[in-house]
């Protein structure tokens, strides 16, 4: 029973990639500019025998339906193509940027939790009071602002203006990085014995990890408030009381321990937003990870490394949400059928 | 305000009396303030050039980033554009275009959702997975990958934003066609032979539409954010374009001239407060059921 439902999940998580490929394909071929202008010289591009040389090996002289099979066979192969600026593999450069944005997108998501699970319990004990209102407004403005202003601004407060935070960057640029081992800066930094480089990394992220937590922080705090409300009525709870236990222990023991399942899975949810919203953190805040990677890449038109990105957020959502499904597959058996 | 009063056309025919709706209407304070925000800048984008003390565009060398003053009432930006007008004019640069790809992404993913629900089986199950494909792809990252892949402008945003934003409301769409189908009067109305195309017309869609016009309200704000952002990136507006996103990127580094890029911000911020109360008001007012309290 739960192999089907494993099997029929993985079956649609593959077919998912594969329209996710034939996506990033397609967009690469609206490209109205000749492909071969970009890397050939003007004198190059002119001849014709370099033409088709260059064109059969990239398989551009044949049919579309071929080509994509071509394309398709290189991105399973891990072959993403070479990005135009870097001139180095595209998935080289994704591996290179992808532990930054993961740290980041790491300690927004703390942050979002930290916050919004004690603002969304705030909410639900003040329910339709002016308390409730004010904290719906807090996490309203965090969602409604572009979040690349929101960066710009708290960059003008902390770091300009009051001078408590760090610069952009992910490290102050007087020390030097830690010989890369995993990728991740503070782990990087740790296995070195740079406590010096550790303690610097951590403070360049926390204004970029509050800008970004703020910005996910509404649905956390909205689902854990709807969550406890709904719990708030419960039996369990009236006998929680009446054995006597503090409000706070009712709260917090009780009520609120049931209530963070649906938080959990919601946060799972907001991956994606996550995702979206670290690509303009990370532009904001010269931050060297994958986001900052892919704006470089399209303002300078650089095709292969655009659709990398394209490809590697789209097929690690769709990874994330395989495993939330599967999850909820163990945790709920009503929904394998 | 129209775009308050009319939902309520829309559906006074049924749920409650027309008076009680009204009494709801005047009663949602997010409605009110939703449609006053959207109302004032809807005001300010059409006055736009009557209001504005300078052209957005003329240039003024000698006043380079001046700070605010009663001259220059948001300052100027490095090429002694006045701040002010800019922000003004960047109302009837982003708003029509966020209203239109909602619009346009709004109508084909209704439709989609609509046919794939309505028909089911295998109709269903391949446009369900052109969805979920569309789906994976954060919407910023994909929006961006069109737009550089056919050259920055505005025309081109708008066509990502629609590429990006129709599959939600096919899926939003498809569950609410899948709850009002299993409805008695749905039964009905097929039992007494009635053809396909006037059931789905005349009583699945009308009782299926209300979360979509929600939904659709709302995005217009997620519209002006990803427009914004685009320009912002310099794949959206071209300078030097009156947009917002493209005027904070003017300011960005600039710490020391904040008035650049702050008020383009409070600008998007206001615009998108503005259509998620209006948001929050519609849904209050279309489906009292949903109400999280």
């Not at chain 2, 439709?111 to 089911?120: H, R, T």
Request: hydrophobic fraction near 55%; avoid cysteine; proline fraction near 6%.
């Amino acid at each position: 029973m739960f192999l089907r439902y494993l099997g029929q999940r993985l079956a649609f998580a593959g077919i998912a990639l594969f329209g996710v490929i034939l996506v990033a394909f397609l967009v690469a071929h609206m490209v109205p500019a000749d492909p071969l202008a970009v890397v050939l010289s003007d004198t190059a591009t002119k001849d014709p025998s370099i033409r088709a040389a260059y064109m059969r090996r990239w398989g551009l002289d044949r049919p579309l339906p071929e080509q994509f099979l071509f394309y398709l066979a290189n991105v399973l192969h891990g072959d993403l193509g070479e990005s135009f600026t870097t001139r180095r593999p595209v998935l080289r450069d994704l591996a290179q940027f992808l532990p930054g944005t993961i740290e980041l997108s790491v300690a927004a998501f703390a942050v979002s939790v930290v916050f919004g699970v004690p603002l969304g319990v705030w909410a639900a004990l003040r329910h339709n009071r002016s308390g409730d209102h004010a904290a719906r407004l807090i996490s309203l403005v965090g969602a409604a602002s572009p979040i690349f202003w929101t960066g710009l601004i708290a960059l003008y407060i902390f770091y300009y203006f009051l001078r408590w935070a760090p610069g952009p960057g992910q490290l102050d640029p007087r020390l030097a990085r830690p010989p890369v081992v995993t990728g991740f800066l503070l782990v990087d930094s740790l296995i070195a014995g740079r406590v010096d480089a550790f303690l610097s990394a951590l403070r360049h992220l926390v204004l970029p990890a509050l800008v970004l937590g703020w910005f996910i922080m509404g649905l956390t705090a909205r689902t854990t408030r709807s969550a406890l409300l709904e719990v708030l009525g419960a039996d369990y709870l009236r006998t929680a009381r009446a054995k006597g236990l503090g409000e706070g222990r009712v709260i917090g023991l009780h009520a609120l321990r049931n209530a963070l399942i649906p938080v959990l899975t919601v946060s799972g949810l907001a991956f994606a937003s996550l995702l979206s919203g670290a690509v303009l953190t990370e532009t904001v805040f010269a931050w060297p990870g994958i986001g900052r990677y892919a704006v470089t890449a399209a303002t300078r038109l650089d095709y292969p490394a655009i659709l990398g990105v394209t490809l590697l957020t789209a097929v690690v959502y769709l990874a994330v949400n395989l495993v939330v499904d599967v999850l909820y597959g163990v945790l709920d058996p009503r929904i394998r059928v | 305000m129209a775009g308050a009063a009319r939902p309520v056309a829309i559906s006074a025919t049924r749920g409650p009396t027309a008076p009680a709706r009204w009494a709801r209407v005047r009663r949602s304070r997010a409605l009110w303030a939703g449609a006053v925000i959207v109302g004032a800048w809807a005001l300010l984008a059409a006055m736009g050039p009557l209001l504005v003390p300078y052209s957005p565009l003329d240039l003024d060398v000698m006043s380079r980033l001046e700070p605010p003053s009663a001259r220059h009432l948001f300052g100027t930006d490095e090429a002694g554009r006045d701040n002010f007008s800019r922000v003004v004019y960047g109302a009837r640069v982003t708003i029509p275009v966020a209203f239109g790809a909602v619009v346009v992404a709004s109508t084909f993913g209704v439709g989609v959702g609509a046919v794939s629900g309505y028909v089911g089986g295998r109709v269903d199950e391949v446009l369900m997975r052109v969805v979920d494909v569309v789906l994976a792809f954060p919407s910023i990252v994909l929006a961006m990958a069109i737009t550089a892949a056919l050259g920055p402008g505005l025309p081109h945003a708008m066509l990502a934003i629609v590429l990006v934003g129709w599959a939600e409301y096919s899926r939003l769409m498809r569950g609410q066609i899948l709850a009002a189908k299993a409805n008695d009067y749905v039964l009905a109305a097929r039992a007494l032979g009635a053809p396909a195309w006037r059931v789905l017309l005349r009583h699945v869609l009308p009782n299926a539409f209300p979360p979509a016009v929600v939904k659709a309200t709302l995005d217009i704000g997620n519209a002006v954010i990803l427009i914004a952002a685009l320009s912002f990136i310099g794949l959206g507006a071209v300078p030097p374009a009156p947009e917002w996103g493209a005027m904070i990127a003017a300011g960005q580094a600039k710490f020391e001239y904040w008035w650049v890029a702050t008020f383009p911000g409070l600008a998007i911020l206001s615009v998108v407060l503005g259509f998620n109360f209006l948001g929050d008001g519609l849904q209050d007012l279309l489906n009292p059921r949903l109400r999280d309290d």
